[in-house]
């Protein structure tokens, strides 16, 4: 395979397009920067989910993203894509997804976070691996919503796992609730029902600041997966 041919080169000429260096995509995506360096010289190929997230942060149009999915994991032939020559315009920090990089919130007294994922994403990625896309950017866009919607702040997105943080316990709880509610009553085609599980942590926060302040005393814990149909 010629270096203009391979899936490696494509996306390092799209990366460079996008003014990105292998570990600012790397740190959207929520992966290591030698995953970056390994794919771009065609040591390994992305899974699935990888893929996906590669799609949104390399401003793949949707309509060409199941194209992207199937030459990512060599399932298609790389001429299928176009080959970036000019420099794109990235999309603005403000709007893009967070950062995996970036911090909660500093709140006073104690912060609780929410932590979810999709049960047997792995699986759903091997059955569904055209429909997965659709569905895991359609349960970004819920959980975003009902957590802000509960005073949370979503402070990073690794594959299909949210990590928000709310200044109080109840908050939390009422956003998980909301998210399962909502993601059971959505229709999600061939993918099927999406059973997401949550956890809710409260910790203290001593008053000397964020970096060294948490400590580990966990003062509420609870998991809630709604069964379908409540």
């Not at 460079?16 to 260096?21: F, G, R, S, V, Y």
């Not at 949707?62 to 420099?87: C, G, H, K, N, Y």
Request: hydrophobic residues 45%.
């Amino acid at each position: 395979m010629t270096e203009t041919l391979s899936f490696g080169y494509w996306m390092r000429r799209r990366r460079k397009a996008l003014d990105l260096t292998q570990a600012e995509l790397a740190a959207r995506v929520g992966c290591a920067e030698v995953t970056i360096r390994r794919i771009e010289a065609d040591e390994r190929r992305p899974s699935r989910q990888i893929a996906a997230l590669l799609a949104e942060q390399l401003q793949i149009d949707p309509a060409e993203r199941p194209a992207f999915l199937q030459v990512a994991r060599a399932e298609q032939a790389v001429d299928r894509l176009e080959l970036t020559s000019q420099p794109l315009i990235p999309t603005a920090p403000d709007s893009a997804p967070a950062s995996p990089q970036s911090s909660p919130p500093v709140l006073p007294g104690t912060i609780t976070f929410l932590f979810t994922d999709i049960e047997g994403s792995t699986r759903l990625w091997e059955q569904h691996s055209q429909a997965m896309p659709t569905a895991l950017a359609r349960h970004d866009a819920l959980m975003r919503e009902l957590i802000a919607a509960h005073g949370g702040v979503v402070f990073k997105m690794v594959g299909d796992s949210v990590h928000a943080a709310f200044g109080t316990a109840p908050d939390a709880l009422a956003a998980a609730l909301a998210a399962q509610r909502a993601l059971q009553s959505e229709s999600w085609g061939a993918v099927g029902p999406l059973r997401v599980r949550a956890r809710v942590t409260t910790l203290a926060r001593r008053s000397i600041g964020w970096h060294a302040s948490w400590w580990s005393v966990t003062v509420a814990r609870s998991c809630c997966q709604l069964p379908p149909g409540n």
